[in-house]
């Protein structure tokens, strides 16, 4: 299983990266154009798997810096470093009699390619797009649901086990831009991630899957490196 789980991982990254290499060779070079901003909005996550009775979402909060490279009319490669907020609440598992709540947090490099197309006179944009990110670690809390706030980080001796210390994340999406005459503005994002890594200790040594499923909701500034687009 974690063979599969590796493979699918590296085809996924792969491909990915295939087709932005592909669509930027065949772009006209005249057309270049590069964006950057911050991004920050709600997030909504749960667990998913065979280690997982029963779960409910939690809401967290993500952050972060993002560019975007406009390599022809309609196509666009996007790069970002972000800080996500995870997790699930009242987690119900056959190894646990109790129910127990986790608060996660990742450090994501998200990479995608957005189709982008115009509407309202030009005046907005639509995209959606698709792609991926390495995710890593960088905070886990755990606590029986009935108490009210974490005191105890994830670790060998907590339910659930250790965090894995990374995942890849498969990511699509859709998201509208208002864009102003100096190529700077504003936009919307809705995110949905898809965990393919086990990310409990405990799940993993008794065969078992835990999976993260993320949406994202963003708003985002935009702001032009190179000049109004073309």
């Known amino acids: 299983m974690r063979g599969a789980n590796r493979s699918i991982r590296r085809l996924t990254f792969r491909a990915t990266l295939g087709a932005i290499f ?3 060779g065949v772009a006209s070079p005249a057309r270049a154009q590069v964006d950057f901003g911050l991004y920050a909005g709600p997030t909504i996550a ?14 967290g ?11 022809s009319t309609h196509w666009s490669v996007e790069g970002a470093i972000s800080s996500s907020q995870k997790g699930a609440f009242e987690v119900e598992s056959p ?8 608060r996660t947090s990742n450090i994501e490099i998200p990479i995608v390619l957005n189709y982008r197309t115009g509407f309202a006179h030009e005046k907005w944009s639509f ?16 606590k029986p649901s009935t108490q009210f706030s974490f005191d105890e980080e994830c670790s060998a001796d907590t339910p659930g ?27 919307f994002d809705a995110r949905y991630s898809v965990g393919t890594s086990n990310l409990f200790s ?13 949406l994202d909701l963003k708003f985002r500034f935009i702001l032009p490196l190179t000049g109004p687009r073309p």
């Open 22 to 24: 592909f669509l930027a």
């Open 46 to 59: 749960t667990y998913t798997g065979s280690y997982v009775d029963s779960a409910i979402r939690t809401w």
């Open 61 to 71: 909060i993500v952050g972060g810096l993002w560019f975007e490279w406009h390599f």
């Open 95 to 102: 190894l646990t009699a109790e129910k127990h709540d986790y």
């Open 127 to 142: 995209r959606a797009f698709a792609g991926g990110a390495p995710a890593f670690g960088a905070s886990c809390d755990v």
């Open 161 to 187: 086990g250790e965090l894995k210390s990374s995942d890849f994340l498969i990511q699509f999406g859709i998201g509208a831009d208002r864009i102003f005459k100096g190529g700077s503005g504003f936009g």
């Open 202 to 214: 405990e799940a993993e040594a008794n065969d078992l899957s835990v999976k993260n499923g993320v």
